[in-house]
């Protein structure tokens, strides 16, 4: 299956959920952290017969609503390149407003609060399960006073799924998105950038679509980011807070790649693939690498602390890419078992430059109940410009728009590593 088709198989859920605050309310300044623990807590109260016993050693683990939307280690067990105690994916987002400027901790009663929750794939089946916890979290009580809620309203794609009055849930009217949906939501937004020069297949009907073609094919196309909430990418094993499109593009291709498979069924790991050749391909490549100690002192540099890294001869550097080939040299069963063809899909993404970075790290805190004590959690926000040709871009565009729904990164069941496409233009654009 080629990378295009395999994108466009993918399919999840998205909910606008509205609570009404029945007490005051005091909540952290990322809620969605309170709300992540609370409900992990109260959903396994729900869904798990077996509490006390390990979900790793548990025997009804391939059928537990809580395991399989939590952490079921058994779904990866076709996956060679994975550590055979890692969990899954988490299949869910809960994604709250967030702003480092202004974010509001104190709620009156009959006061809202609104979120997003996105569940991808076959998640959707445990969706009873996930609204009642949400309900029974506000019965239990929210916050450092255990405030209590209420769930008002649940819609999906704006239509009511959730009768307060009688607490229904009607399951019947609930519409999935995939590639063609969020095409639909494209030309919904008015956005002619995207379908003059990306949705050429889609707008097939269309008699000038190629009219700028010729002029724009090789012309310096500027792509604007804006990472809203902290983004944690990890980057030879430690988190970063620079970027640059290929690690980027990487981080997107691998998080789509687990979640399709694992919750959506749509791609077939052919594990017979002759990975010892990989391997020895791979160590070829690194003797002849242009990787010297140097480079890995000069990445280190710019590595997990908390300044902002804007030195774009540095983000744009051979050590950046190189790190970049030996990082996915050592995962390269992953990659060579999934896409025989992901070294040559990922090529072009090398040509896509930093334009300009205003990254900056943001830390917080997260108290885990489950190992009783407290995390940081910090990660990159800010806006991060991209520089390329256009048919450079073109291929990398609907990942990118899958990813705006989805995050990218660690922690994005808190809502961590949400970002948006603010911007296409050309240099000579004004």
Not at 46 to 56: G, H, M, R
Not at 350 to 357: A, L, M, P, Q, Y
């Amino acid at each position: 299956m080629s990378i295009e088709k395999f994108l466009k198989s993918f399919y999840f859920y998205k909910f606008e959920v509205l609570l009404q605050t029945a007490e005051e309310l005091y909540l952290p300044k990322y809620k969605g952290s309170a709300f992540r623990g609370g409900f992990g807590n109260i959903f396994k109260k729900l869904s798990c017969p077996l509490k006390k016993i390990n979900c790793q050693d548990c025997f009804i683990l391939s059928s537990c609503p809580y395991a399989n939307v939590f952490s079921n280690p058994s779904k990866l067990k076709n996956f060679n390149f994975i550590h055979e105690n890692s969990n899954t994916p988490h299949p869910y987002i809960l994604d709250f407003d967030f702003s480092i400027y202004e974010n509001k901790i104190y709620y009156k009663k009959g006061e809202k609060i609104q979120f997003s929750l996105i569940l991808v794939g076959e998640a959707f089946k445990y969706i009873p399960y996930i609204i009642y916890s949400f309900i029974e979290l506000g019965n239990h009580g929210i916050g450092k006073n255990n405030s209590k809620f209420e769930v008002i309203s649940i819609k999906n794609n704006n239509l009511e799924i959730y009768d307060y009055k009688s607490k229904r849930l009607l399951t019947d009217k609930i519409k999935k998105i995939g590639y063609k949906e969020l095409i639909n939501e494209i030309k919904d937004k008015n956005l002619s950038f995207y379908s003059e020069f990306f949705l050429d297949n889609v707008n097939s009907n269309s008699k000038d679509k190629n009219s700028n073609s010729k002029k724009n094919k090789n012309s310096d196309l500027l792509v604007t980011l804006n990472f809203i909430t902290p983004t944690r990418i990890k980057f030879y094993g430690r988190y970063i807070n620079f970027l640059n499109f290929k690690i980027l593009i990487t981080n997107l291709i691998r998080r789509q790649f687990l979640l399709n498979n694992l919750f959506c069924h749509t791609v077939v790991i052919d594990n017979s693939y002759n990975s010892n050749k990989i391997s020895n391909n791979v160590r070829n490549n690194n003797k002849n690498s242009n990787l010297s100690d140097s480079g890995h002192n000069n990445i280190n540099k710019h590595v997990g602390n908390n300044k902002k890294i804007n030195n774009l001869n540095f983000l744009n550097s051979n050590n950046s890419n190189n790190i970049v080939e030996e990082l996915e040299g050592k995962k390269s069963n992953f990659y060579n078992s999934c896409f025989y063809n992901l070294n040559q899909y990922l090529k072009d993404s090398e040509k896509i430059s930093v334009f300009d970075s205003n990254l900056t790290w943001y830390d917080w805190e997260r108290y885990s109940n489950k190992q009783k004590t407290a995390m940081k959690l910090g990660g990159f926000i800010g806006k991060i410009v991209f520089k390329g040709q256009i048919e450079h871009f073109k291929k990398y565009l609907y990942p990118l728009l899958l990813g705006e729904e989805i995050h990218v990164g660690k922690g994005t069941t808190f809502g961590l590593g949400k970002y948006k496409i603010e911007k296409f233009k050309f240099m000579e654009d004004k």
